[in-house]
C-alpha cells in the first residue's frame, strides 16, 4: 500500500509540474505578443490651421423694442357703445378704435349751449344799454363774464366727449382686442395694444471695457432665432451717459428700419457691433477645441519614421483661444499658420497614438452655418 501511495503522489507531482510549464510557457507568448502588439490607428478628421482676415465685433443679445408703442387705455370710465377696429389691423393717426357712451354729456352740451346763447344775447343787450349809459359798467362786466363762464362750461362737456371718443394716438398695428361692447371701463382698463412697426429699437449692454470703442452710428447686426437664415442691419443710436451700478454694463440702443415687419416688440436677438477696420487671425475649427480645467488644448498631427514607414501621431498642445465666428474660433497663442489639427474625434486621443485621416464623413466648416432644424 505504501509503494502505491508513492507512485500516485509521483505521478500527481509530474503531471502538476507539466501543467505549471505548460501556463508558464503560455503566459509568456501573450507577453511577448502584448508587447509586440501595435494598435491600429485611430480615424479622425483634420482641418489646417489658417490665417483670416476678420472685423472686430463686440458681441450681445438685446431685446426688441418700439419706437412707439401702447396700450390704448381711457381716460375717462364709461361704457362701451361701438367698437370700430378689427384685431391685428393696420391704422392711421386719428382712427377711432372705440366710442364710449356720450348720451348723458350729449344732454349737458345741449343745455350749455342754450345758456351760452342765452348769455351772448344778454351782453350784447347790456352792450347797447351801456352805450347809452343806462347800465353801469359792472353790469357790463358781469355779463360778459357770465358768457365765458357759460362758454368754458360748455367747452368742458365736449372735451369729456372728446375723450370718451377713443382714437389712435400714433400710425401702426393693433393688437388683440381686450374690450367687448357694453362692457363698462374703469380709467387705465387696457384696450388693445398699438405698435408701430418700423423703425424698432434693440436694447442692450456691454461691459464698460468696451465703451472706448463705442460711438453712435457704427453699424449694428442682428439675428434672431425666428429667422435664422435673415441678417437684420440697423446702426447704434444711443449710448447711455451713465453705466449700471451692478454689473458696471453700458446700456445701448440700435436702430432698424424693419421694412419687412418681421422684427416684434419684446423679440430675443443676438447683436453685434461691428467696429472700425480689420485684423489677421489664425482661426480653426470651433470642433478641434478640447476644453477643460486646466485649459483649452487641441491635437496637432505630426509625421513619425519607424521601421522605414512614416506614420501619424499627435501631439496635444495647449493654446489661448479668441472670438468666434460661426464654426470657426480665433487661436491668439500656442499655434502657427499651416499646421494641421484634428476638429472630429479628438476625445478618443492621446499624446503620441498613431491617427489615419479620413475627411470624406465630416462637413465642411463655414463662417455662416445654416444648419437645418431638428
Known sequence: ???????????????AGGLAAVKTMQVKAMMAFGASFTPPPETVATAVAHEEHWQDTLPAVGSVSPAQGVTVSPEIAGTVSEIAFESGAAVNKGDLLVRLDTSSEAA???????????ARLNLERTQKLRADNTVSQAELDQADATLKQYQANADAIRATIDKKTI?????????????NLGEQLEVGKGIVSLQSPSPLFVDFS????ALAQ????????????SYADQLFEGELAVISPDL???TRNVRLRAKFENAGGLLRPGMFVRVKVELPGEKTVLVIPATAVLSAPYGDSVFVLEPQVAGGQTNLIVQQKFIRTGGARGDFISVESGLK???????????????GMSVQENNVVTPENSLTPTPPNS
Open 244 to 246: 449700471d451700478s451692478v
Open 337 to 351: 499658420p499651416g499646421e494641421r489639427v484634428v476638429k472630429a474625434g479628438i476625445f478618443k486621443l492621446r499624446n
Open 108 to 118: 349737458e352740451l345741449r343745455a350749455a349751449e342754450a345758456q351760452v346763447q342765452l
Open 206 to 209: 456691454l461691459p464698460q471695457q
Open 1 to 15: 500500500m505504501t509503494r502505491k501511495l508513492i507512485i500516485g503522489i509521483v505521478v500527481v507531482v509530474v503531471v
Open 167 to 179: 382714437r389712435a394716438p400714433f400710425a401702426g398695428r393693433l393688437g388683440i382686442r381686450l374690450v
Open 214 to 225: 463705442l460711438q453712435t452710428g457704427l453699424k449694428v447686426r442682428a439675428v434672431c432665432d
